[in-house]
C-alpha cells in the first residue's frame, strides 16, 4: 500500500488539501463521506490536523523545509516505505507540509504513536486564515462551516467542549447537536464583529462586510445578539444589522448561502433581490441601466455559477439583458 493511504483507502494527501481549503467540490465531498463514515475516521482526521496545526505554529522557513524534504526522502528511501518513489513534491506552498504529515504517519507507526507523544494538554486557539476560494472546516463536534474567499475563523480545538467560534467575513455554518451534562444541549456561539449568534442545532449564514451585516437562517432556530437588541430567527428569517440598528426581513435561505457551491434555485426572485445577491455573495456593485424594463422580472429556476468569470453571462441569460463588467461594477442594461 502506498504511504499516501490510511487502512481505510483514502489518500492522505486528499485529506491534507482539505484541512488546508485546496480541495475541489469532488474531494471535500470524498473527504466528507470518509470522515463520517466511523468514529475512526474522525479521529484519524483530527489528529492529522494537529501536525497540520503544530507545523505551522513551528513557522518553518523555505530553508528548514528543504532540509526536512530531504530527511523524508532519504528516509523513506531505505526500505522502511516500499512505496517510496511515488511521494513526490507538490506545490512550493505545500510540499513540506504533505512530507511531513505523510513521514509522520508512515515512519513513526501511524497517527497514534504521534498522538501520544506529540499531543497538547492545553488545547490552543486555532486560525483558519484567509484563502482565495471557500474552505470547509470541521468542527471537533463535525459541525460544518463554508468560509467565503478572504474569510477567517478562529476556533478552540477542543474535543468535549469549545463550542464557541470567532468570525471574520462570511460563512455558512450546519451546526450539530451536541449534549451536554445532565442531558441538556450546548450551545454554539459565533461572534463576529457586530454581533452574536447563538444556535442549538441549525444551519444558517452569517454575512459582514462592508455595508451592513446579516444572519439569514435556513434550518432551527438561530438567537441573534446586536447593539442591545435581540431576536429570535426562524428559516426564511434575516436580521439585519446596519447604522447600530438591527431589523428583520423574509428572504429566500437558499440564495444567500449558495456562493459555497454556486447552486442557485431562484423563487419569483426580483431584480433587486439580484442584485443584493450579487454584492453580497461576490462583492460587486450592480449598475442597472433602464430599471423600468425589468420591474416586472421574476426569475424562477436552477442554475450554476461556478465562478466569478461566468457571473456576467448567467446573469445575462437569466434576464435576457446586455451584462458587462466594468471594474468592481457590473451593469445590467435592456438588449
Not at 484541512?19 to 482526521?45: F, H, K, M
Not at 492545553?122 to 474569510?151: C, E, F, H, N, Y
Not at 436552477?302 to 435576457?320: F, G, Q, W
Request: proline content about 4%.
Amino acid at each position: 500500500m502506498s504511504p499516501h493511504h490510511n487502512n481505510n483507502g483514502l489518500d492522505y494527501t486528499i485529506v491534507i488539501k482539505f484541512i488546508d481549503g485546496q480541495t475541489t467540490p469532488a474531494e471535500s465531498a470524498q473527504v466528507l463521506e470518509w470522515i463520517q463514515a466511523s468514529p475512526d475516521n474522525r479521529e484519524q482526521y483530527y489528529q492529522i490536523k494537529d501536525i497540520l496545526d503544530q507545523q505551522l505554529a513551528a513557522q518553518i522557513t523555505a530553508a528548514d523545509g528543504e532540509a526536512r524534504w530531504q530527511q523524508v526522502m532519504a528516509r523513506l528511501s531505505t526500505g522502511n516505505a516500499p512505496a517510496a518513489t511515488k511521494l513526490q513534491r507538490v506545490g512550493s506552498a505545500g510540499w513540506l507540509k504533505y512530507a511531513a504529515v505523510i513521514l509522520l504517519l508512515v515512519l513513526a507507526g501511524g497517527i497514534t504513536t504521534y498522538l501520544l507523544t506529540a499531543r497538547k494538554a492545553t488545547p490552543q486557539m486555532v486560525l483558519v486564515a484567509p484563502k482565495p476560494g471557500v474552505q470547509i472546516v470541521l468542527l471537533p463536534d463535525s459541525t460544518r462551516i463554508w468560509i467565503k474567499p478572504g474569510g477567517s475563523l478562529q476556533y478552540q480545538d477542543v474535543k468535549d467542549g469549545g463550542r464557541e467560534v470567532w468570525l471574520q467575513g462570511s460563512a455558512y455554518f450546519e451546526v450539530v447537536k451536541k449534549a451536554g451534562e445532565h442531558g441538556t444541549h450546548q450551545p454554539f456561539t459565533v461572534h463576529a464583529p457586530e454581533m452574536t449568534v447563538t444556535v442549538l442545532g441549525t444551519s444558517f449564514t452569517v454575512n459582514d462586510d462592508k455595508d451592513y451585516s446579516t444572519v439569514v437562517v435556513n434550518t432551527g432556530m438561530v438567537k441573534t445578539n446586536a447593539f442591545n437588541s435581540e431576536l429570535l430567527l426562524h428559516p426564511g428569517e434575516r436580521a439585519v444589522i446596519a447604522e447600530h440598528h438591527m431589523n428583520m426581513d423574509h428572504v429566500n435561505p437558499q440564495l444567500y448561502a449558495a456562493w459555497k457551491d454556486g447552486d442557485y434555485k431562484f423563487e419569483n426572485t426580483t431584480i433587486d433581490e439580484i442584485k443584493e445577491l450579487v454584492r453580497i455573495n461576490y462583492g460587486y456593485e450592480v449598475e442597472i441601466l433602464q430599471p423600468q424594463k425589468f420591474r416586472d422580472t421574476n426569475i424562477n429556476g436552477r442554475v450554476l455559477i461556478e465562478t466569478k468569470a461566468a457571473l456576467c453571462d448567467v446573469l445575462a441569460a437569466m434576464l435576457e439583458a446586455n451584462v458587462k463588467k466594468d471594474g468592481n461594477k457590473i451593469i445590467i442594461q435592456p438588449k
